[in-house]
């Protein structure tokens, strides 16, 4: 099963050959399902999300889950903020704000880390983490996916304020409640990272903006491809070990296409995730 996990398009900032390249290199690849971890629009006026509809649609056959991101709630527009802030969001992108999405052997748990009071920034309250944690205690698939905008986990300092508030609290309960992958966007940072308290590790993975000029530092547009691969049986007694290979996949401007960065390979005996190998030559297989 492959996942392609996209992130902060900007809708209205997107730059036109790279958004053609992002969809000629989703269709090409053909993942099981396509994971949109918010700010699809830029200031969530209903020509960008009508644009963001298009480009959705045009990914036909490929299943898309979304989640909004703090950027698809209206800035300056404060009755429809105060009042319905996700009105056009459920209108052109989708009806639910925490979808789930369940497969023979992944399943995807979509949570919304925006609140209209927060601004740019995202919250978890507690009522929300515990609701996650039961969902994903309730699952029966391998692998155990949640998705939502603002990151759990940072790499650079000056990222401290962007990370969501609750972070450490929904880690400690959806970590325990089984989840081994977290995707997130917010920061146009892609990066993959290992999180637990050593009892029981889980990957947190970022996604790059996918086709915003709002390029972060010079980094070109980018997004990540996961492949969740079968089950190795164990030994008597023991877990079968479980992978997960992870593509991140950038966008070169000097052939227009979509093109693999970096590979990373994890791997979980039953204790939690641990990163293996990074690099920029593909995984075999």
């Given at each position: 099963?492959r996942?392609a ?9 997107e730059d036109?050959p790279?958004r053609?390249a992002l ?16 700010d ?8 960008q ?33 105060f ?9 052109h992108?989708?009806?639910s ?5 369940r497969?023979?052997?992944v399943?995807?748990v979509g949570?919304?880390?925006?609140r ?7 919250e978890?309250p ?14 029966g698939?391998?692998?155990?996916v ?17 990370r ?16 081994d992958?977290?995707l ?21 993975l ?5 086709m ?10 980018s997004?990540?491809?996961?492949r969740f ?9 023991k ?20 093109t ?18 990074q690099g920029a030559v593909?995984?075999?297989?």
């Open positions: 099963m996942l996990h996209i992130s902060d398009p900007h809708f209205g900032t036109a790279v053609d969809r000629e290199d989703l269709l090409r690849e053909a993942p099981d399902l396509v994971v949109l971890t918010g699809i629009t830029q200031r969530a006026r209903q020509a999300f009508r644009a963001a509809r298009a480009f959705l649609d045009s990914l036909a056959p490929l299943p898309v889950l979304s989640l909004p991101g703090n950027h698809d709630l209206p800035l300056f527009d404060l009755f429809t903020r009042t319905q802030p996700y009105r056009f969001y459920r209108r992108i989708c009806a704000l925490s979808p789930l999405w497969g023979r052997r399943a995807v949570v919304n880390s925006t209209m009071l927060r601004h740019k920034h995202g978890l507690a009522p929300l983490v515990d609701e996650v944690a039961r969902q994903l205690a309730a699952l698939e391998a692998f155990k949640v998705a939502l905008h603002h990151p759990l986990e940072i790499i650079e300092p000056s990222d401290r304020r962007n969501v508030h609750g972070a450490d609290a929904a880690l400690a309960a959806w970590i325990a409640a089984g989840a992958l977290f997130g966007g917010h920061i146009h940072l892609p990066y993959c990272v290992t999180t637990g308290d050593g009892s029981r590790d889980a990957l947190v970022q996604a790059g903006t996918s915003s000029t709002r390029r972060r530092n010079g980094r070109p547009n997004y990540n491809l996961v691969a079968p089950i190795e049986p164990g030994g008597p007694g877990a079968g070990l479980r992978r997960i290979e992870i593509e991140e996949r950038d966008h070169d401007p000097r052939i227009g296409r979509f693999v960065a970096t590979c990373r390979e994890a791997v979980c005996a039953g204790s939690g995730w641990s990163l293996l190998s593909p995984l075999p297989g």
